[in-house]
Structure formats: structure tokens, C-alpha cells
Nanobody
Framework: QVQLVESGGGLVQSGGSLRLSCAASAFTLNSYAVAWFRQAPGKEREGVSCISSRGSRTYYADSVKGRFTISRDNTNNTVYLQMNSLLPEDTARYYC??????????????????WGQGTQVTVSS
């Protein structure tokens, strides 16, 4: 079954760090742009970051710039989101999505479909 599996979430104090992983199952990620999204209860889904298929282009929401870093390891079929200096407002369920039409994030990455079940990130104050 083709899917993306998110992991690495947890409970962390404000100022702490987590690294999320997005692993592909039953397909190869290296031709796909991959994006991270998050959704908090009662809020709309927010695009957090995106990385192009070759890793040459990355994009970040203003709210996470300078704190989060997206990267990919195509040999391990995985995309990562390193989250530093976490804030309580980062609390949400995080999902990854992918698009293989062009391998590019721009301009549609905010509209990529989320394929997995997500991983919960909770930041305490």
C-alpha cells in the first residue's frame, strides 16, 4: 500500500527540539517534492515546509523560519523536519504530503495532499 508514515512527535517543553520523519512505503520518494503540514484542533491545516525532489529548494512558513529545517535522505526514502526552539503555538498534529508531478514545491506545495496519519507534537509552556 502506497503511503507516507510520519514519526518522531512527542511532548517537549518550550525551547526544546524534535525531529520528525516522513518515510515512504511501497514507493520511492526521490522523484517527489515533500511537504510538512500541521493542524491544531479547531484550526485549518497550515503548510509548514517543503523540499523539492532533489533537495535543492526549500520553503518555510514565516512562523517557523529560522527554527525548523527540512531535509531529505533519498537513499533511505525519508524526509525529515528538524524543529528547534519549539513554542507552545507549534502544538499540532504534523503530516507529510508528496507530489510527483514536477518534483517542485513551488507554486502548489501548500495544496499537496497529506497521505499519512500524522504525528502529534505537543509543546508545553
Amino acid at each position: 500500500q502506497v503511503q507516507l508514515v510520519e514519526s518522531g512527535g512527542g511532548l517537549v517543553q518550550s525551547g526544546g527540539s524534535l525531529r520528525l520523519s516522513c518515510a515512504a512505503s511501497a514507493f520511492t520518494l526521490n522523484s517527489y517534492a515533500v511537504a510538512w503540514f500541521r493542524q491544531a484542533p479547531g484550526k485549518e491545516r497550515e503548510g509548514v515546509s517543503c523540499i523539492s525532489s532533489r533537495g535543492s529548494r526549500t520553503y518555510y512558513a514565516d512562523s517557523v523560519k529560522g527554527r525548523f529545517t527540512i531535509s531529505r535522505d533519498n537513499t533511505n526514502n525519508t524526509v525529515y523536519l528538524q524543529m528547534n526552539s519549539l513554542l507552545p503555538e507549534d502544538t499540532a498534529r504534523y503530516y507529510c504530503g508528496a507530489d510527483g508531478v514536477s518534483g517542485a514545491c513551488w507554486p502548489n506545495w501548500q495544496r499537496f495532499a497529506s497521505w499519512g496519519q500524522g504525528t502529534q507534537v505537543t509543546v508545553s509552556s
